[in-house]
């Protein structure tokens, strides 16, 4: 049996909670509940309270999972004391306790002051301020002593909220004030942590600032001109202005912990030695003004995360923002043979206002939104303006004939050559069909074959279609598509960021070279933050600041979103089977029994997902392929068609022979050893046919350039590292022409490899949020 999961529904991942049941697991995962003793209709009961909430479910959650069969009828039994028998009724099913009611009343009164001391007292914390001092050891902690037993209550709470607490003790004969004596450390945690959780508890902290970041704002363009220079820097730590005397004043202090215009904060010592030197020497000659009127720049480490600009730049970056301006330009160019959206018209606009002004650009535009078409009139529109020189389109291969067909139906008067086949030509015949050409189509992998023919031509732009192929920019065709000399350049991908924002630099280091700055300086000002907090200043500057250059579209966009169905995922959880689990933990056993290289763990990765997919060589069983049959039933029954994915061919194999037994129809299946033809025909078959159908496709062969919106249905059977490329498998059904809801089943064999595999895409879909919150951000973002 599998137990089901679905997202994206009005149901939270637990079942059918309610807010409250919600709230009362987070509160007993916290911890945050206590025993006590009330009184009910029916007598005294033992119940389970929160801390600072009354939520009746808590009592629920906490007794279910205390109760065991010896104590779920405890107020049967016999106790020798009221204590007893009320720690038996809290993990007995009712939690009734049978005693003398004036015990259990005068039980009740002294357990609910005991157990006060664990509910906050808002006013009695925020009358005690805490102070961070210097003292002979270093540095201290200091408050008042409190008066009152109140006072006193949230003093030893404050304990619990910052450990160091505890140390304090009486500075004065009087004993008026209490002082701890911090190491270095705590005195760094305090500035760093404590004092943040002791005001989010309501307790008063004086003369700390928690937020220390040493930033400078650029001021860029004629007015900002000093002395010859372009770029003025003002630096500020805390925020606030500063000048050379104050950061020397700061670094005379010989601490990271200094004392600066009534307050203590935690300094960068390293940096604030950057921006002595930024504010004495300016940003240097070899500093570009762009890089810092976009919130690129830095001297060092130090950042430069914001900028005034005047003059001409002002205007030159204001446009840059807008995009180009007037989307008029958009309009379908002369010979082009169809009608472009109103997103797409824009889209071509933006193109041609950021090849005109000498940029890369990278459209983004989630799948299925016709980038491809986009660029099909933006390249008519260069033909019409009289641009000579070719225009070099590189694609996966199983993209090329997608690329010819789509010039062809769209473009009919650009003339194409496609580099591909033992036919193709060479040398300089390759050239003269370059130069009779206005588009020469080629592959990755043919671009690094035939280097030398290609870079022997003068192209007049370069499109890189999937350019996410080019992420690692070590590979060979990286290195390849570097060396040429374009004088424009466009990069094609919905996913701009699978793995790591590092993908970006590497796509920008081919579109705008210089833009993002060295690989390593970008690593640890961007790339190492980020990781850390996805939401935080990092990520925010560099949205802000690739805005200009990345034109980011999605099917959620409320201008585009009307257009397409919904898509909903559910995640069908099934076990492994007697046969399956006994090959799962033979690998594991023939894995721990032997010395082993780092290849050896990619086979064993292997064989772990292969039988959690239930294939023993030739065939499938278990509990995913009847899950499947089943599924594909409900489907069928509905009147809907479904594709099923799965990144091994040989699996795939056995599925479309499994389920042709077992449902009496036949179904495609397409891998990478099918030629074009054949493709073709599979598609096209399956897109035309009236009955509900069944697509079984490898993920790599099939996972994109495919329109196959006759499916309602997309179901993985096993799980890739990647979320983009099943993301892109997805698309296949959910993109432009799906009037329908699409529903995303993804297979997971829980308690194995494949569970840990779905937590790790889970957490990398956060990752893409970084450009992939679409036009309503971006607008959001936008320099004033």
């Not at 801390?51 to 205390?66: K, Y």
């Not at 350019?467 to 060979?476: G, L, R």
């Not at 763990?601 to 064989?607: D, K, N, V």
């Not at 895409?761 to 004033?784: H, M, N, P, V, Y």
Request: aromatic fraction near 8%; include cysteine.
């Amino acid at each position: 049996m599998c137990v089901k999961y679905t997202k994206n529904t009005s149901h939270s991942a637990r079942g059918n909670l309610t807010p409250r049941q919600k709230e009362a697991a987070a509160l007993v995962a916290d911890g945050l509940f206590r025993p006590s003793l009330v009184r009910e209709e029916d007598g005294w009961h033992a119940r389970w309270r929160g801390v600072g909430v009354e939520n009746a479910w808590i009592d629920d959650l906490v007794r279910s999972a205390a109760m065991t069969r010896l104590t779920e009828d405890a107020e049967d039994d016999q106790h020798e004391t009221l204590h007893d028998a009320w720690m038996a009724a809290l993990c007995s099913r009712t939690g009734l306790v049978v005693w003398d009611d004036a015990e259990c009343a005068d039980f009740a009164r002294t357990l609910e002051e005991w157990s006060g001391s664990a509910e906050p007292d808002v006013a009695a914390r925020n009358g005690i301020v805490f102070s961070f001092v210097p003292s002979e050891g270093g540095f201290s902690v200091a408050c008042a002593t409190p008066v009152g037993r109140r006072g006193l209550k949230a003093l030893g709470q404050a304990a619990y909220v910052w450990g160091p607490l505890r140390a304090l003790k009486s500075a004065d004969t009087e004993g008026r004030t209490l002082r701890a004596e911090l190491t270095r450390a705590e005195a760094e945690d305090f500035l760093r942590r404590g004092a943040r959780e002791l005001r989010d508890a309501g307790y008063r902290v004086d003369g700390v600032d928690i937020s220390a970041e040493v930033t400078a704002e650029a001021e860029v363009g004629d007015e900002a001109s000093s002395n010859g220079r372009e770029i003025k820097l003002v630096v500020r730590v805390a925020g606030e202005p500063v000048t050379a005397q104050e950061v020397k004043f700061l670094l005379d202090q010989n601490s990271s912990i200094v004392y600066f215009r009534d307050h203590w904060i935690e300094v960068d010592r390293s940096i604030l030695k950057e921006a002595l030197r930024a504010l004495e020497k300016g940003a240097g000659s070899r500093a570009n003004p762009l890089s810092f009127a976009l919130g690129l720049g830095h001297v060092g480490r130090l950042e430069v995360a914001s900028a005034r600009l005047h003059g001409d730049v002002r205007g030159f970056v204001s446009r840059l923002y807008a995009h180009g301006g007037d989307s008029s330009c958009g309009d379908e160019p002369p010979g082009f043979v169809g009608s472009l959206r109103t997103y797409q018209r824009e889209g071509v606009a933006w193109l041609r206002f950021m090849s005109e002004q000498g940029f890369g650009a990278l459209l983004a535009d989630d799948m299925g939104l016709g980038k491809t078409i986009q660029t099909v009139a933006w390249l008519l529109w260069r033909k019409t303006a009289g641009t000579s020189a070719p225009v070099l389109v590189v694609a996966p291969l199983t993209l090329l004939a997608n690329w010819e067909r789509e010039i062809g139906k769209f473009a009919p008067a650009l003339r194409v050559y496609v580099h591909q086949g033992d036919g193709r030509r060479m040398s300089s015949g390759f050239r003269r069909a370059a130069m009779s050409s206005d588009v020469v189509l080629t592959s990755y992998s043919l671009l690094v074959r035939d280097y030398s023919a290609l870079s022997g031509v003068e192209w007049s732009a370069l499109v890189l279609d999937e350019a996410q192929a080019v992420k690692n920019p070590d590979t060979h065709a990286a290195r390849a598509i570097r060396s040429l000399s374009p004088r424009v350049r466009v990069a094609l991908t919905g996913t701009p960021v699978e793995n790591s924002v590092a993908d970006l630099w590497s796509l920008e280091d081919f579109l705008n070279p210089g833009l993002l700055g060295d690989r390593k300086s970008f690593t640890e000002r961007f790339v190492r933050p980020i990781a850390e907090d996805g939401r935080g200043a990092a990520a925010l500057r560099l949205r802000r600041s690739l805005e200009p250059f990345v034109l980011r579209r999605l099917k959620t966009d409320e201008s585009i979103a009307a257009e397409l169905g919904d898509k909903r995922e559910i995640r069908e959880y099934c076990p492994l089977g007697p046969a399956e689990r006994r090959a799962y933990e033979a690998a594991l056993d023939d894995f721990r029994a032997v010395e082993h290289s780092p290849g050896d763990a990619l086979a064993l990765l292997t064989r772990l997902k292969l039988a959690c997919d239930g294939f023993d060589g030739e065939s499938v069983v278990g509990a995913k392929l009847d899950r499947l049959a089943d599924l594909a039933g409900q489907i069928f029954e509905s009147g809907e068609s479904a594709l099923v994915f799965t990144q091994y061919a040989k699996v795939g194999a056995a599925l479309q022979s499994a389920l042709e037994s077992r449902l009496g129809t036949r179904f495609p299946f397409l891998h990478g050893g099918i030629g074009a033809a054949e493709r073709e025909r599979l598609v096209r078959g399956f897109q035309s046919s009236r009955e509900p159908g069944l697509f079984i496709l490898s993920l790599r062969a099939g996972g994109f350039g495919l329109n196959l919106t006759k499916a309602t249905h997309v179901i993985h059977y096993d799980r890739w590292w990647n979320p983009a490329v099943e993301s892109q498998a997805t698309d296949r059904a959910h993109r432009i022409g799906q009037a329908k809801d699409v529903f995303v089943h993804l297979f997971v064999t829980a308690g194995t490899i494949e569970e840990r595999v779905d937590e790790i895409l889970q957490r990398k879909e956060t990752l893409r949020d970084l450009i992939a919150d679409g036009e309503a951000f971006w607008r959001a973002a936008r320099l004033s």
